[in-house]
């Protein structure tokens, strides 16, 4: 309340002694908490000196402590009508507001007092996404990893994310870009088939388009239906030969299918075209262990540990290395390898079932 | 491959009883048996029912399995191939009204010449003594082993080769119908077994007095708690004692190393036995202990559920063992897979043993979930062409809802034949339909060792067999060695029997049903 103590001083500068006297007794009662006689003596202010926009500040503020929001609202709202220039009760104003879910109404009073992070919300909650997103980048950038800002922009740029793959879909339906957002749509929540369906419509149109076939390649590879996924992986690689990604989806789907030689000159041509992937570097130790290449598996699993040392790839960088060092006799090297693997086994992702 | 066939005369029906509830029981059952428990030469069918299950299903649970409906049958095979329900007169009609059925095993503990069974339950396990003339006696109580909680996939061995076969029983978890869970939010599934506590199994040793003794605890089996579906046996080590291998769903499996002096040590991280490749967990349901590379050695395949792919440990020996589901090409076949009940038989009988499981998800709702997955779904075989698989039509057209599958020798034409058990719905017969290539089928008699022989290594024209009963999920399969001769008109045999005698037999000619006795004097 410490805007009421600074605002009771300037209200005094111009308030009856009456008044004064109320607003004194009434931040007084809010110091000792007794909310109910600082509304009542803040009331009394206000009706000793009703042209006093600190009093329906203040007043306001003690019903904001006590849920009253409507009751907060009409008081905020009165004190910017003696005093429109009264920032503070345009912020309480902003934030009475937006907890009702008045959001639209709330903007302008957040605009003006620049309450980054709140305005922010109120412009997401009222679809001005694109506004929303800049703010709260704002507020982020003062305050940054703050999990409530990170979940607001997170969540503002998802829903305007969804608005433009609207608005495309709903003036250009049978596009190649609406069947590949469709196809999104429904990689996401698993609809494999109907997730094929649409990538083939959109690569009807446009054979030659970037990520098409890498993202069928995904939707292949998510029904683990690896030799579809290959074929559209290696696709992408012809599209896009300087790509490491495409490149390492490849090397995993081959594989996959227990092609050891071909998936390794695969993920050695990711790991050129984008070293130190950790991904890359697992696979490719994966790819050769399959060849029987324990050499080429070590140093691959060996450098990846100099990347990530905590992580569930570190974790199972250490078991493949425990399994190579246990067939070639290596116990104790074995042995410590699994006790790094037993520090960080808990990161493994479980596997999926469904 | 196969002819899908209607087992004449048998009109068995497993009931699950799927509920609303998702009571976990429910997606689990489907023992059965190949076994000869008349010794006609002729194999017999013995089928575990699951029970009644109602929404309102409470401890102490009351499956109805005095309900004919809920009965566990036996079928003995006619000449001319169909087969009649004695389960009446077997004496196996009643198994207890609080016992939900899951799996079977089968050996001879008394070494009197006639097979017996183990039925597994959730409640309370029974084994019933076969006393030769065509009836059973339920023995639970003077042999000891009635065990108790969620018992799955069992099997005989000898463990301390004293010539008496042992028991081992698998247990699931701790879980009863007042702590059941539903999983899935909005689509109501059943729960992974992650949600229920682990539990331990149970070994028994026979005193070869008719009774058991529980040495879980003492022998080192209950020291490790998991959650087992399947148990296969092998001498993985070639130290003369049978060794264990338990698939654990959704956690590391456990392999059991037998050390000879009555205790076993759970040794599957250090063997390379108990994660995949990259240091994951599986959902191990059936498993099986053969030798699919012709090596020699033992080798480990572990059925799972889809996005996992089927887990092949191929022993390098020493103890060794190397995950290479990638190599054989089983990971590129498997990925989709969700396999039960399985096993390595030489189905073309071209020297190599193929590979068939029964498949269908776990989640009878999967596909609301997943719509690239299914409940019911087509058997999978592969055929090995020497040491790598490729995938092979099974002949079944429409999917199934299958769990335990069992494999033998049918109609005794030297070409395997499997069985599945269906949740819901009617066991359904492959019936190889043969070939041109040449087989041998070995039925061992142990003297010095346990007269069914099971722990016998045999050696057949470069091929191995360990000889055992059990293997996949809930099933115990005919027990007799089925090995396919390729264009090989003789063989060359090598048993290793438990009691350590090595016995050979030369030029064998072929296509034949071979009884081998075990030397009384090594």
Known sequence: ???????????????????????????????????????????????????????????????????DYPGAIAAFKRALEL?????????????????????EEAIPHLERVHALEALGIAQMEAGHYEAAIANLSAALAKHPGNPDLLYYLGHASGLLSKQTIDALMSAYPNSARSHQAMGENYYVIRQYPQAEKEYMAALQQRPDMPDLHMELGLVYAGAAKWDQAEGAFRAETKLQPGSAEAAYRLGSALLQEGKGSEARAELERADKLQPDMPETLYSLGKAASLEGNAALAEKAWTHLLTIEKDTSLAAQAHFGLAAIYRKQGKVEKAKQEMQEFHKFESKIPPLRTE | MFDVKALRGVDFILQNSPTRKKFLIETMPGGLALFDYNNDGLLDIFFVNGGRITEDLHVPENFERSDPRYWNRLYRQNRDG?????????????????????????????????????????????LYHNNGD???????????????????????????????????????????????????????????????????????????????????????????????????????????????????DGMQQYLYHNKGDGTFEEVALDSGTALT????????????????DNDGRPDIIVTVLPRQLFTLYHNEGGGMFTYQSLETGLGGLTSGSSGWGMSLEDFDNDGWKDLFAAQSHVLDNVQDIDSSLQYKMLPFLALNHKGHFELAETGVTTPIAARGAAFGDINNDGWMDVVIATLGGPPVLLLNRGGANHWLTITLEGTRSNRDGYGARVRLNGQTRFATATAGYSCANDKRLHFGLGDARTAQIEVLWPSGTLQTLKDVPADQFLKIREPEHP
């Open chain 2, 277 to 292: 490749e990259d240091g994951k967990a599986i959902s191990g349901m059936g498993a099986v202990f053969q030798d699919y």
């Open chain 2, 82 to 126: 169909s087969f009649t329900d004695v389960t009446q007169a077997a004496g196996l009609a009643s198994v207890g009204n609080g016992n939900y059925g899951i799996a079977v095993a089968v050996g001879d503990y008394n070494n009197d010449g006639y097979p017996d069974l183990f039925v597994s339950n959730y409640g309370k396990n029974v």
């Open chain 2, 134 to 248: 065509g009836t059973f006696t339920d023995v639970t109580a003077k042999a000891g082993v009635a065990g108790g909680g969620w018992s799955g996939s069992s099997g005989f061995f000898d463990y301390d080769n004293d010539g008496h076969l042992d028991l081992f029983v698998t247990r699931y978890m701790e879980w009863d119908a007042d702590h059941n869970k539903i999983c899935g939010g909005a689509w109501k599934t059943y729960c992974p077994p992650g949600e229920f506590p682990r539990t331990t199994n149970l070994l028994y040793h026979n005193r070869g007095d008719g009774t058991f003794e529980d040495v879980s605890e003492r022998s080192g089996i209950a020291a490790k708690k998991g959650r087992a579906l399947g148990c296969a046996f092998a001498d993985y080590d070639d130290d003369g004692f049978t060794d264990i291998f338990v698939s654990n």
């Open chain 1, 83 to 103: 005093n429109p220039e009264l920032d503070a009760a345009h912020l309480q104003l902003g934030y009475a507001l937006l907890t009702q879910g008045y959001a």
């Open chain 1, 1 to 67: 309340m410490i805007t009421a103590a600074l605002l009771l001083w300037l209200a005094f500068q111009n308030v009856s002694p009456e008044g004064a006297q109320h607003m004194q007794a009434g931040v007084d009662a809010y110091k000792q908490g007794k909310l109910d006689v600082a509304i009542l003596e803040f009331r009394k202010a206000t009706t000793s000196d009703p042209s006093l926009a600190e009093a329906y500040l203040d007043l306001g503020e003690v019903l904001l402590d006590t849920k």
